[in-house]
C-alpha cells in the first residue's frame, strides 16, 4: 500500500466519523427544539423558604412551617399537586402577576428530617412537569 491509498483512507474514514458527529446534533421534533410537549412554558420558581444547602442555606425550617413557590402562567392551576414524604399536601392557588402563587404548609409529621417539597403540574396538550426543593425540618 502506498501513501496514496493510505491517505484516502484516512480521509474517508474521517469523513464518516464527521458524518455520525452531524448526525447525532440532527433534532428530529417538528419545532427543533428538544421539548414538544406543551410544556416548555410550565415551571416552577420562587421558592420559600430557600432550598436547603449545604454551603449556602444550611437553617433548619419548624414542622407546620408555611411554603410557597410561583407556578408559572402555562401551569394548569388545577392539576398542581404537592407531596412531602408520600403525603399529598393541600396548597393554595391563588392568581399571580408572574402566573400562580402556590401556598401550603409542612405536615406536622415532618420532623426532624430531611424533606423534599416534590411539586408537579400540567400544561399544554396535558403534559406533566416536575420539580421540587429540599428542606431540613426541625424538631
Not at 419545532?31 to 410537549?37: K, L, Q, R, T
Not at 410550565?42 to 449545604?54: A, E, G, I, L
Not at 408572574?98 to 424533606?115: E, M, N, R, W, Y
Request: with cysteine; charged share 15%; aromatic share 8%.
Amino acid at each position: 500500500m502506498n501513501i496514496r491509498h493510505a491517505l484516502a483512507i484516512v480521509v474517508i474514514l474521517s469523513a464518516f466519523g464527521n458524518i455520525g458527529d452531524v448526525g447525532a446534533g440532527y433534532d428530529s421534533t417538528p419545532s427543533g427544539s428538544s421539548s414538544s410537549d406543551g410544556c416548555d412554558g410550565v415551571s416552577f420558581s420562587t421558592f420559600m423558604p430557600k432550598p436547603y444547602s449545604q454551603t449556602e442555606n444550611n437553617t433548619e425550617v419548624a414542622p407546620q412551617s408555611a411554603f410557597s413557590f410561583v407556578a408559572s402562567k402555562a401551569t394548569f392551576p388545577k392539576t398542581i399537586t404537592v407531596m412531602i414524604k408520600d403525603e399529598s399536601v393541600p396548597v393554595t392557588v391563588t392568581p399571580h402577576f408572574d402566573g400562580f402563587l402556590v401556598s401550603g404548609k409542612i405536615p406536622a409529621s415532618a420532623k426532624g428530617t430531611f424533606i423534599r417539597v416534590a411539586i408537579t403540574g400540567k400544561g399544554p396538550n396535558l403534559c406533566e412537569r416536575g420539580d421540587g426543593w429540599l428542606l431540613k425540618v426541625g424538631k
